[in-house]
C-alpha cells in the first residue's frame, strides 16, 4: 500500500509526478486509487480524477467508494449521462444504511436537475424533475439537512405538488432557524437556502430579509450570486413577487471596451488630440456611473484603454487586461510612441488590475492580426462571463466613425460585436472634438489608417517568410489505443482512421490540415465553428459504433482538444503540405491528454471565439482551471456540447 495522504497533494503537478511513478504498481489497493482520485477532485481537475478513478473501478469493480468518488469527477467535467449511469448503479448495490448513500442521492438529484435545466422537450423536461425531486426527498428523509430538503422542496413545486413542496419548505425554515438560534456559522449559501424556503411558503419580506443578507456576505461572488438568481427565475413562474428579490441579487453588467489611441506628436490630422482627453475622461465616466456596477475586460494601450481602465479602477470594478503580446512589444508599440507619462500609467492601471493575461506571449513581429485576435478574445470573454453571471454584456467605443476600418482597430472591433446582437455604446470622438478649438481642418478626419502607429513595424519581421494567421487546432487520440493487442491494430488503422476520414469528407468546412501518427490526430481548421462542428461529429461517431463489429474494444473512445490561436503556415519539406506550427499549436497538443474520454474540451480561446461567431448551434460548459499535460501550465478549460443536449 502507497503510504501518501491525500491531503499532502499541494499542486496537480506534486499529484501528476506521484501518480506517474506509482499509478502502474500491480499492488495498489484500493485506497491508492481512491485518495489521489479525491485529491484531484479537491484540486480541481476532475479529468485526471477520472483517469485514476477509473483504473480503481477496473482494478476493484466492487469498491462502491471508487465508483461514487468517478461520478462526482464525472459530473463536475459536464459528463452527465455517463455519471448518470454511474450513479445508479451505485444506488442499486449500495446499502440504505450507508452514509454513501444518501450522497450517492442527492448527486443523482443533481444530475436530473442539471438535464431538466439544459433541455426543452416539455415531457423530458418533466420526467427529469420527477426523478430530482424522488432523489433530493429520500436524501432529505435520510440526513433531515437543509441542501437536499431545499432542492426536494423546490423539485417538488416545479413537478405540481404544491403542498409537498409546502411541507418540506416548512421542515427546512425551521431547521435554519434551530440552527441560527444554535449559534451555527452560517455562509451566503445558508441565507439563501433560508431564502428560497421562505419564498416557497410566500413569506416575501422574510424571504428578501435572506436574499438580502445572502447577497452581503456572497460579496464579489458574483458567480454565487448567479447560482441564487437561476435559481430565483426558474421559482418566477410560481412565485410572484420573485422580482424583488432578484433587484436584490445584484450582478455587474460585463463591458468589453475598445478605443482610440491617443494621437502622437508626428499625426498632421486630429482623431483622438490631447486637447480631448478630459472630455473623453468624463464621458467614460458618466457611462460607468450610470452602470452603476460594472466587470471590464480591455487592452491598454495609451489613450481611450487607459482612460477607461483608470476610471473602472476609480470605482472599485474589476478589470480584465488583455495585452496581444510580449509586455516590451507592447509597451513599445501601443505606449511609448505616446510619451513616458502613458508608460506610467499603464504600470500603475496594470498592477491594480484584477488580471492581466497575453493573448499570445511571443513578440509582435508586425503581425496586426494579433490586435484582431485580442479584441476577439475580450469580446467572446466579455459575452462568455456575461452568461456565467446572467448579467448584459455591453461593448463600450470610443470610436471616431470617420475613420476608416483597419484591422485590429475599433471599428472593426464594433463592426464584429454588432454581429453578436448585443447591446454597444458609442462615445463619438468627432463630436468631442467639435466641443474644442481645433483647426478647421483637423475636426474631420479622412485618415486612410486606423492604427496609425501600425505601421512602425520591427526590423526583424523582415526576415520572416510568412505571418501569423487565426487557426483552431485540434487534437484527438483514441482512449485504450496503447492496450490493443498486435493482430487488432490492422483493425484499427483500416476501420478508426478509415471512419475518421469519411467525416472529413462529410463535412461542409473540412480541415485546411490533417495529419495522423499511431492513435493521434492533428487538424487545423480556418474558423472555430468549423472545428466545433467536426470534433462534435467525430465525437457523435465514436460514442454510436458498435466496435466490437471491427474487432475492437467496446469500451474504444477519444478524447478531443480544441484551441485557437495564431500560428505560422509553412509548407512541410517531409510531408510536402502545408503545415502548422508555433506555440499555439503546443498549447492545443496539451489540451487532448486532460480531456475526459468522449469529451471535447476547448480552451477559453476557442470558447471565446465561439461566443462572437454568428454559429449559436453550441455552447460551452465552464469547468474550471486545469493543468495541462507536460507541465504546460494551466488553462481555462470548456466542454463543448450541442445547444440543448446533455452528455
Known sequence: MLKRDPGKFTSIDDLVSFWVEH?????????????????????????LAYDILKQGMFQYPHNLGLKYSGALALARSGSITTAVNLVSEILLLLDVLDPLYADALSLAGRLAKDIWSKINDTGQRQEHARESMDYYNKAFVLTGKIYPGINAATMSLFCGKSQQALDIARQVRDLCRQQLSAGVKTDHWFHATAGEAELLLENYDSAQDCYRLAAQLAGNRFGDIASMRRQIRFLSEYRSHSGNILELLHVPVVLAFSGHMIDNKERTDARFPAEIEP??????????EELDLAIGYSSAACGADLIFLEEMQKQKNETHIILPFKRSDFIKSSL??????????????????????YATQESYLGDDVLFTYT?????GKTILKAQELESKAILLTVVDQSAHSASGGTLETLESWNDTGNKSIQIDLGQLRNNIDLPEDQKSR???SGRHIRDNKPGNIQSLTSVRQIRTMLFADCVGFSKLQEEDTPSFFVNFLGQIAGIIKQVNHPPVFA???????????????HAAEFALCLREMVTATDWNQFGLPAETSIRIGMHTGPVYSAEDPIIRKNNYFGT???IAARIEPVTTPGSVYLTEQSASMLAVSANCNFTCDYLGMTDLAKKYGSES???????STVE
Open 446 to 448: 479622412h485618415s486612410a
Open 515 to 529: 495529419n495522423t501518427w499511431g492513435d493521434g490526430l492533428f487538424l487545423v481548421f480556418e474558423e472555430v465553428d
Open 336 to 357: 511609448e510612441i505616446a510619451g513616458q507619462e502613458w508608460v506610467e500609467r499603464f504600470e500603475i492601471v496594470s498592477k491594480r488590475a484584477t488580471t492581466l493575461t
Open 23 to 47: 499509478g502502474h504498481d500491480p499492488d495498489l489497493s484500493e485506497l491508492d486509487y481512491l485518495n489521489p482520485g479525491n485529491a484531484a477532485l479537491e484540486l480541481g481537475n476532475p479529468a
Open 279 to 288: 472630455l473623453v475622461r468624463q464621458s467614460i465616466r458618466d457611462h460607468l
Open 637 to 643: 478549460l470548456y466542454r463543448l456540447r450541442r445547444v
Open 584 to 586: 499555439h499549436v503546443n
Open 375 to 379: 479584441n476577439r478574445l475580450l469580446c
